[in-house]
């Protein structure tokens, strides 16, 4: 049996026949020109290609340098144009914010209300991470360079704050020395009260404004001299004009050319006098109770033979305890009324026997 011949099929590559094609061509010699015009895109490629690794890589770099160092990351905070210091940057950080946060802390620093004035300004920065500060120890900075007021209370007059103290009963107290100051000792208080229109107000203060109450006494009845003019009143001397308005008898008669020690006063005379008047003046209402003397009453009796008065019998006083209101300013006496009178001895009365008129 013949054995049967098997037909083998081998495909050949494209670009090996056309390799063979190109080898079964006769080779022809490429001029220069053609040669370089063949590799001038090539050539040009490679040109661009370096080119662009020469300038754009540096620009790239500069771009990023610029941009790392113009890029705000931080804000500084300024109180009154007065740099704080630097934050870290963040949405829900505003002047608002930040004032309201120094308004908490300085409340609970003085333990009392506070109003802030909120003088501050923000800035966007760029800045190096040592410089940026933590929050706390910028509030801590802000506080102090920020103004602001307490709440204090006041004496005011018209308007005008004479002493400013920490508090309420701080203010209290002191008015209650100064009542006490011009008490009399001799005598139960009814009422005391401030001459003038002064008031004790609730006030927001520089923290500095705020006294002891030491100093707000001194300060509020402090004396100083007002010139006035006086009135002789019945039964007035020199030396009682000068003690009620606190001169010596020596200021008082310097103060009225032709005025000696030994001169007379008359009734409806007028008299230069410095008034020494604290700042406050203090109106004191007093209950007064006093033993005094009950004088002898004076009897007289008319005989038509006398030609002369003659004593009968001597009189003796008696005791009689007085209830008075009286009314000082400053201490002194202004005003007196008798509320009730309490015989404890008789007097005796003096019996006059005197001629008919």
Known sequence: MEQEKKLISIKIPDNVI??????????????PAAKRRRLKPRYRRRFIARLSAIVLIPLA???MAVWALSYKNAVEVYAADELVGTLRTDKLLTVESL???????LMEENQTEVIVTPNITLKPVHASKDSILEKEELMDKLCVKLPYQVKAVAFVLDGKPLAVLKDEAEALTVQDNIFAKYASRSGEVENSSFVENVSIEDIFAEKSAIITMGKAFDALTAESAHP??????????????????????????????????NSTLSVGQELNVETKAPVLSVKTVETIVADEIAPAPVQRQINPRAKTERVLQEGQDGQQRVT??????N???Q???IINTVTLEEPTPRIVEIPPQ
Do not use: C, F, W
């Not at 030396?239 to 008082?252: D, H, P």
């Not at 008075?324 to 300013?329: E, L, Q, S």
């Open 99 to 105: 004032a309201l946060d120094a308004e908490t802390k």
């Open 331 to 333: 201490g002194i006496a």
């Open 18 to 31: 056309q390799t063979g094609k190109r080898l079964d061509r006769p080779v022809v010699a490429e001029s």
């Open 228 to 261: 006035s003019v006086y009135t002789v009143q019945q039964d007035d001397v020199l030396g009682a004009i000068a003690e009620r308005n606190k001169m010596t008898l020596s200021e008082l008669i310097a103060a009225n050319p032709g005025v000696t020690v």
């Open 61 to 63: 770099v500069i771009g």
């Open 324 to 329: 008075k209101r009286v009314t000082r300013v």
């Open 335 to 337: 005003h007196e009324d």
